[in-house]
Structure formats: structure tokens, C-alpha cells
């Protein structure tokens, strides 16, 4: 196994990105590390609490090491106090080179003419290998001799990158085979091919869901008397949403943090005409072209600002391209006929449309689609018109029954408990449009209240086909009649109350039935 000793400081230009965690950062070296099989033997790293760009020598500061393979701090103090301590872990770094007790050195914004003199000295000596970032203090310390494999700038790299960058550098010259580990670091490695298995459109929709509150509330909120001039703003984030969702389908499938979400934001951005889907698409294609571009210029020892730079700015540029000549269109194209099928459906025959979706939308749920097919379609509504079908289906179907059962499970519980648990499962339910989750443990510990569950869910569905509503969901249930379809607030009031009476008069009725067989 390679032996790695770490060193440098939170640095100037490094401090604001990503030098201020130290733990972060090794972190990240560390899970690198690991796959290439190597070992960090020693850390020499000075914290600052502010840039080191115009720091005081009595400024805050702590020096991190390893302890056993794990990272520890001394105690804060003075950064010439701590410039003293690095000064004898300067001295000890120099003796396990000098004893080849270390294969290699990753530098980060060090001190090759102060505290980092001696161990470069003996690295010079021994001509290990060293690959880091730091422009001034790189060329410091090819100056001294040192055998320098990979150096670059600060300038444009993330935690992330800049330990990729080195462990290339490393598995290159040690013939080693290295497969960066993308995603959550700590977790097993992400081989190459399997870029494709971070494709989740549920993980995708579901981080992005901010946004989508974000345009509802705003929608909501400009029907209020003296807040008409929101409805520019809203209409301004339908124009974002596709932005947002490039953005984070690029940073979950490329796995490389901010270089990820800036070639998202670019490929989202140049095609927003797609809409929600053009936005969806462009993004995993920036994703998928910035993971093979940052590897493919780590393989050639291109400097760490110069690979960022690429994946982030070419993958974002190219699946712009992309998006806006041929995905938009074909988006646009895709999303109108599915509202216009959905529109047909409705228009065929409402009461059937909304009693189908009402039966069917709790086994969505339940089974992982929603938020991956169905929540896509409530957006394409609600970006063509304000107010969706699905969406008050979401709202009553979903969020009101569940809202009933909780009810039901305060009014006459099976167990004292489940009084106790309901109480704020049904705030949120009210106050919040969501977790309808809240209503899985009666529903799967009792057929009676599943039944009842789906029963209600279908009942609501028709008669929101059967009242024309239409709304939003994820927002509180006192909002819906004013964020319905024009004209159609007393038939939302009328659906909730529906929804929400039908699921408690069920649920009591099988809790009642229940609690009658347990006395038998």
C-alpha cells in the first residue's frame, strides 16, 4: 500500500473554496485515496479562520494531523503559535521521507520557504512524487527540485476535484488502477459505466422540488388583493424551473458538485424553450459529459483549474447545443401532447378521468413512480396554464384523505398512541401539503383501512373530474380554493371536505370494526 502524507494550509484563494473545511476536504482525499488503495499516512494542514491572503500572525488558526488514521485539531491558537507546532511535524515528515516511510506528497497551498521547508527538502532529495495545488507555492517547490507529477492552480477546483486530480497523478506514475469514487464520498466506488445507474429521475424530481413550492406559493400569493404584481414573478420561475432541474440532474450525474451545477445551469439555461423536459435531458447529458471530460483530461495531467474549467464550461456548452437545437423542440413537442392527452381524457369523460386517477394515485406512491411520472405532468400543467388536474388530485386524493384518516385516528384510535402520533402528522398534512407517508402504518396494519384509504381517494377523484377543479399541490390546504382554476373555489372547498369526511368516516368505521374483533 501507498503511503501519502498530506500538507499545506486553508491558503487565500483555497480558503473559499473549500479550504475552510478542513474535515471536508480530507474527507475527500481520504475516499480518493482509498481508491487506489493508498494510505494517508501524515497530515501537516494549518486551518485559518480567515484567508491567508492578508492574515495577522495573531489571527486564530488550528493544525490538523493524523492520529491513528484518524483526522484530529490541536486546540486554537495564534497562527504563529500554530506555525511553530507545523514547524516540528515539518521536522518529523522530513525523517519518514528521508527513512522512506512515504511514497507521496499532496500539497495544498503550502510553504516550501517556511513551514513546509524540511519535508520538501528531503522530498527533493528523494525525488517522491508530488502532485498539488497552490500556483505561487507550486512553483516554489518545482524550483527546489522537487519531482513534481501534477501542479495547478487554485483558482476554479472543488474538494472534489482537486483530490481526483492527484490520485490520477499518483495512479499514473505508480502504475495503479484508479477509478474516481463519485457521489456520496464514503461510499463503495462508482465504476465508469455505471454513470448510467445515477439516472434517477425520483431523486432528480424530488431534489427540485423547492422550486416547484417556490412557483406555487408564489402563484398563491399573487391571488392575495395587492399582490398582483407576483404573478410576474411567478411567471418568471415557470422560466427558471427547467434551470433548476438541469442544474440538479447534472450535479447528481456527474457527482462533481459545483462543476456539475454550473454545467447544468449553462446546458439549462440554452434550452429552456424545452421546458421541464428539455431542462430534465440537457441536464443529465451535461452531467454524463462532465464526468467523462474531467476524467479524460486527469488522465492526460491536465491541471486542475484547466479540467474544471473544461468539464464544467464545454459539458454545459455542448449539451446546450444540444437541448436548444434538437431537445427543446422535440420537449415542447412531447410535453404538449401529454397535457393535450390529458386534456382529451378529461374532456371524454371527467368523472372517469378523476376517479381513475384518484384509485391509482396512492399505488404511485406507494410504488416509487410518482414523484418520477406523475409529478413531471403536474409541472407541465401547471407551466402551461397555472393550475393543474393532477395536481388537485395530488391535493385531495393524497394530502385531504390522508388528512382524514389522522383525523379519525384522534376522533377514535385503535390504540391511545396513534392519538398521540396523528396529532402532528395532521399539521403537516393542513399546513403543509405533504407527507401524506403519515397515513402507511394504519393503512398497511389494517385491510379495512386500505380499502377505506382507496375507497375515499377514488370518491375524492370524481368529484374533482365531476366539479371541473383544478389546483397545485405542496401547498397548505387553506390555499387551495385560491390557487384553483378560475371560478372554482367553492368547488375545491367542496372536494376537500369531501376527501377529507369520506377518509375519517372510513377509517373510523374500520378502526370501530377492528377494536370489535380484538374484544371478541
Same mark, same amino acid.
Not at 84 to 93: C, P, Q, R, T
Not at 311 to 329: H, Q
Not at 497 to 509: D, E, K, Q, R
Given at each position: 500500500m501507498?503511503?501519502?502524507?498530506v500538507?499545506?494550509s486553508?491558503g487565500g484563494n483555497l480558503?473559499?473554496?473549500g479550504?475552510?473545511d478542513?474535515?471536508g476536504m480530507?474527507?475527500e482525499?481520504f475516499?480518493?485515496?482509498?481508491s487506489?488503495?493508498?494510505d494517508?499516512?501524515?497530515?501537516?494542514f494549518?486551518?485559518?479562520g480567515?484567508?491567508?491572503?492578508s492574515?495577522?500572525?495573531?489571527?486564530?488558526?488550528?493544525l490538523?494531523?493524523?492520529?491513528?488514521g484518524?483526522l484530529?485539531?490541536?486546540?486554537?491558537?495564534?497562527?504563529?503559535?500554530?506555525?511553530?507546532?507545523?514547524?516540528v511535524?515539518?521536522?518529523?515528515?522530513?525523517?519518514m521521507?528521508?527513512r522512506?516511510?512515504?511514497?507521496g506528497?499532496? !500539497?495544498?497551498s503550502?510553504?516550501p520557504?517556511?513551514v513546509?521547508?524540511?519535508a520538501l527538502r528531503?522530498?527533493?532529495?528523494?525525488?517522491?512524487?508530488?502532485a498539488?495545488?497552490?500556483?505561487?507555492s507550486?512553483?516554489?517547490?518545482?524550483a527546489?527540485?522537487?519531482?513534481?507529477?501534477?501542479a495547478?492552480? @487554485?483558482?476554479?477546483? @472543488?474538494?472534489?476535484?482537486?483530490?481526483?486530480?492527484?490520485?490520477?497523478?499518483?495512479?499514473?506514475?505508480?502504475?495503479?488502477?484508479?477509478?474516481?469514487?463519485i457521489?456520496?464520498?464514503?461510499?463503495a466506488?462508482?465504476?465508469?459505466?455505471?454513470i448510467?445507474?445515477?439516472?434517477?429521475?425520483?431523486?432528480?424530481?424530488?431534489?427540485? !422540488?423547492?422550486?416547484?413550492i417556490?412557483?406555487? &406559493?408564489?402563484l398563491?400569493?399573487?391571488?392575495i388583493?395587492?399582490?398582483?404584481?407576483l404573478?410576474?414573478?411567478f411567471?418568471?420561475?415557470?422560466?427558471?424551473?427547467?434551470i433548476i432541474l438541469?442544474?440538479i440532474?447534472?450535479?447528481?450525474?456527474?457527482? !462533481?458538485d459545483?462543476?456539475?451545477?454550473v454545467a447544468g445551469?449553462i446546458a439549462?439555461?440554452?434550452?429552456?424553450?424545452?421546458?421541464?423536459?428539455?431542462?430534465?435531458?440537457t441536464?443529465?447529458?451535461?452531467g454524463i459529459l462532465?464526468?467523462?471530460?474531467?476524467n479524460l483530461?486527469?488522465?492526460?495531467n491536465?491541471p486542475?483549474t @484547466?479540467?474544471?474549467?473544461?468539464?464544467g464550461g464545454?459539458?454545459g456548452?455542448?449539451?446546450g447545443?444540444?437541448g436548444?437545437?434538437i431537445?427543446?423542440?422535440?420537449?415542447?413537442?412531447?410535453g404538449?401532447?401529454i397535457k393535450?392527452i390529458?386534456?382529451?381524457?378529461?374532456?371524454?369523460n371527467?368523472i372517469l378521468a378523476?376517479?381513475?386517477?384518484?384509485f391509482?394515485?396512492?399505488?404511485?406512491i406507494?410504488g416509487?413512480?410518482?414523484h418520477?411520472?406523475?409529478?413531471p405532468?403536474v !409541472?407541465l400543467?401547471m407551466?402551461a396554464t397555472?393550475?393543474?388536474f393532477?395536481?388537485?388530485?395530488?391535493?385531495?386524493?393524497l394530502?385531504?384523505?390522508?388528512?382524514g384518516?389522522?383525523i379519525?385516528?384522534?376522533?377514535?384510535p385503535?390504540?391511545?398512541?396513534d392519538?398521540?402520533?396523528?396529532?402532528?402528522?395532521?399539521?403537516?398534512?393542513?399546513?403543509?401539503?405533504?407527507?401524506?407517508?403519515?397515513a402507511?402504518?394504519?393503512?398497511?396494519?389494517?385491510?379495512?383501512v386500505?380499502?377505506g384509504t382507496?375507497?375515499?381517494a @377514488?370518491i375524492?377523484?370524481?368529484a374533482v373530474?365531476?366539479?371541473g377543479?383544478?389546483?397545485t399541490?405542496y401547498?397548505?390546504?387553506?390555499?387551495?380554493?385560491?390557487?384553483?382554476n378560475p371560478?372554482?373555489a367553492l368547488?375545491?372547498?367542496?372536494c376537500?371536505?369531501i376527501a377529507i369526511?369520506?377518509?375519517c &368516516?372510513?377509517?373510523v368505521?374500520a378502526?370501530l370494526?377492528?377494536?370489535?374483533k380484538q374484544k371478541a
Amino acid at each position: 500500500m501507498k503511503r501519502i502524507a498530506v500538507v499545506g494550509s486553508s491558503g487565500g484563494n483555497l480558503y473559499s473554496q473549500g479550504g475552510s473545511d478542513p474535515y471536508g476536504m480530507m474527507r475527500e482525499i481520504f475516499t480518493q485515496a482509498n481508491s487506489i488503495d493508498a494510505d494517508i499516512t501524515f497530515v501537516q494542514f494549518i486551518g485559518a479562520g480567515q484567508s491567508m491572503d492578508s492574515i495577522q500572525a495573531n489571527a486564530k488558526a488550528k493544525l490538523y494531523y493524523v492520529d491513528n488514521g484518524v483526522l484530529q485539531e490541536t486546540a486554537e491558537k495564534t497562527l504563529q503559535e500554530i506555525n511553530e507546532e507545523a514547524n516540528v511535524y515539518d521536522k518529523k515528515l522530513a525523517d519518514m521521507i528521508r527513512r522512506d516511510q512515504i511514497d507521496g506528497i499532496l !500539497l495544498m497551498s503550502c510553504d516550501p520557504k517556511g513551514v513546509n521547508q524540511e519535508a520538501l527538502r528531503a522530498a527533493s532529495e528523494k525525488q517522491i512524487p508530488i502532485a498539488g495545488t497552490g500556483g505561487t507555492s507550486m512553483a516554489n517547490t518545482q524550483a527546489m527540485g522537487c519531482h513534481v507529477i501534477a501542479a495547478s492552480g @487554485t483558482t476554479g477546483t @472543488t474538494n472534489r476535484t482537486r483530490a481526483i486530480s492527484a490520485m490520477a497523478a499518483f495512479a499514473k506514475e505508480w502504475n495503479l488502477k484508479y477509478t474516481p469514487v463519485i457521489g456520496n464520498t464514503g461510499s463503495a466506488k462508482v465504476q465508469e459505466g455505471n454513470i448510467w445507474k445515477r439516472i434517477n429521475l425520483h431523486g432528480i424530481m424530488m431534489s427540485s !422540488l423547492p422550486g416547484f413550492i417556490a412557483m406555487a &406559493l408564489c402563484l398563491a400569493l399573487s391571488k392575495i388583493p395587492g399582490l398582483s404584481a407576483l404573478e410576474e414573478v411567478f411567471n418568471n420561475l415557470v422560466g427558471i424551473l427547467p434551470i433548476i432541474l438541469a442544474a440538479i440532474a447534472a450535479k447528481q450525474v456527474s457527482g !462533481l458538485d459545483e462543476v456539475g451545477i454550473v454545467a447544468g445551469i449553462i446546458a439549462g439555461a440554452m434550452s429552456v424553450d424545452g421546458g421541464i423536459i428539455g431542462g430534465l435531458i440537457t441536464g443529465i447529458i451535461a452531467g454524463i459529459l462532465a464526468y467523462y471530460i474531467i476524467n479524460l483530461c486527469f488522465r492526460h495531467n491536465i491541471p486542475g483549474t @484547466t479540467a474544471n474549467i473544461a468539464a464544467g464550461g464545454l459539458s454545459g456548452l455542448i449539451a446546450g447545443l444540444v437541448g436548444m437545437l434538437i431537445i427543446a423542440p422535440a420537449a415542447l413537442f412531447i410535453g404538449n401532447g401529454i397535457k393535450n392527452i390529458l386534456d382529451l381524457c378529461i374532456a371524454f369523460n371527467p368523472i372517469l378521468a378523476g376517479g381513475v386517477a384518484g384509485f391509482a394515485i396512492w399505488f404511485a406512491i406507494m410504488g416509487g413512480v410518482y414523484h418520477a411520472a406523475i409529478l413531471p405532468i403536474v !409541472l407541465l400543467e401547471m407551466e402551461a396554464t397555472g393550475y393543474s388536474f393532477l395536481g388537485s388530485i395530488d391535493m385531495m386524493c393524497l394530502v385531504m384523505v390522508c388528512a382524514g384518516v389522522q383525523i379519525a385516528n384522534i376522533i377514535k384510535p385503535r390504540r391511545p398512541s396513534d392519538r398521540v402520533a396523528c396529532v402532528p402528522n395532521l399539521f403537516i398534512n393542513i399546513g403543509f401539503g405533504t407527507f401524506v407517508e403519515a397515513a402507511y402504518p394504519f393503512m398497511f396494519s389494517s385491510k379495512k383501512v386500505f380499502a377505506g384509504t382507496i375507497l375515499a381517494a @377514488t370518491i375524492s377523484g370524481i368529484a374533482v373530474g365531476a366539479l371541473g377543479v383544478k389546483g397545485t399541490a405542496y401547498i397548505p390546504a387553506f390555499m387551495a380554493p385560491f390557487m384553483a382554476n378560475p371560478n372554482h373555489a367553492l368547488q375545491t372547498v367542496i372536494c376537500i371536505v369531501i376527501a377529507i369526511g369520506t377518509s375519517c &368516516l372510513f377509517t373510523v368505521l374500520a378502526n370501530l370494526s377492528d377494536m370489535g374483533k380484538q374484544k371478541a
